[in-house]
């Protein structure tokens, strides 16, 4: 279990964060949560940025864990027509699947690092 290492504070709600910045408990996230955890990243969230989180949460609740880039990379060549993992990169350059869970307020993938 995560250990809490900072506590955030969205309007009168206190929201625990591990070390790593994701949320300890997935059922206090709100859109509001994500804008500021991504803000202290240095990232402004946009359409598209929303558009991967909001798939990725809704792929996690489906199968109970977060897609595989590859499954990410043909949903958004099914909305935009083409692209490439590149393109999803560009929205979150330190991991598209893994900043996705942590700004979408689910837990670290067991597969990333």
Known sequence: MSRVAEILH????????????????????????AELVADRDGIELEADHWWLIEFVRAYHARYGNPPLMRVVVAA???????????DLYRLFPDGPVRLACKYGG???????I
């Open 76 to 86: 958004w060549r099914e909305r935009h027509g083409e692209g490439s993992s590149r």
């Open 10 to 33: 969205v309007g009168t709600c206190e929201i625990g964060l591990d070390a790593e910045g994701f949320l300890i408990d997935s059922d206090q996230w709100f859109p509001e949560v």
């Open 106 to 112: 689910l837990p670290k993938p067991d597969w990333c």
